[in-house]
């Protein structure tokens, strides 16, 4: 989809398609999608189940991502506002999945089983995530990087991730996790090299400094 205003696009299934990845969602503004599946798509790592890019007061419902040949779920909003993802899922993808750059809400959504990290925050920027789960993902359940910047995390579920249940890198600013929930992550909870960092309702002990000192 190039450019589309009001668009409603609802029970479309993308499935095994070799060229190019899933879905692309480029330009469009003021619109619904609502139970669209991208699954088994692309054959190299720039192919996304969902490609999501410069779209504005858009808003994704139960939209699924499994086994895509990149992240399950590719949100590039450097120039995108008032974009929410409610109760998707991403599972089994060769990449994250869901790689956020810029600004995104994500509600209820599901991360599961994916090759990278289940929720990639590397750009991030006033994004919030509520009642998110990550699982079993081969590296972290939420990861952020130098210029990850204004993140809330609030009442999120983050188990068995084969590293950190959450990593926050040197840089990134801004970072405020409330009330998480953290089970069998193989390196440990929270990795937190960021300076400023706001907990809200978190156990003592659970999380590792940029010093390395217990909290």
Known sequence: VNYAIGLNLENVRVYSD????GIRFVTVLDSEIRNVESSYNGDS?????????????????NCIAIGNASNGFDLDFTSTVEVTLYSCEA???AGDGFEIT???NLVNCRSIENDDDGFNLGAADRTYLSGCFASNNAIHGIDM????DN???SNCRIQSNDQWGINITAGATGIKI???FFSGNSSGNIQD?????????FASGSFVAANGANN
Do not use: K
Not at 45 to 61: E, I, N, P, Q, S
Not at 145 to 148: D, K, L, R, V
């Open 102 to 104: 810029g600004q995104v």
């Open 151 to 153: 993140v809330i995390i």
């Open 18 to 21: 070799s060229q190019g990845g």
């Open 91 to 93: 599972a089994g993808n």
């Open 45 to 61: 790592v720039a192919d996304a189940g969902f490609l999501v890019t410069t779209c504005t007061r858009t808003t994704f419902y």
């Open 193 to 201: 090299a960021a300076t400023n960092t706001v907990y809200v309702n």
């Open 178 to 180: 409330i009330n998480p």
């Open 145 to 148: 990087n130098a210029t990850t």
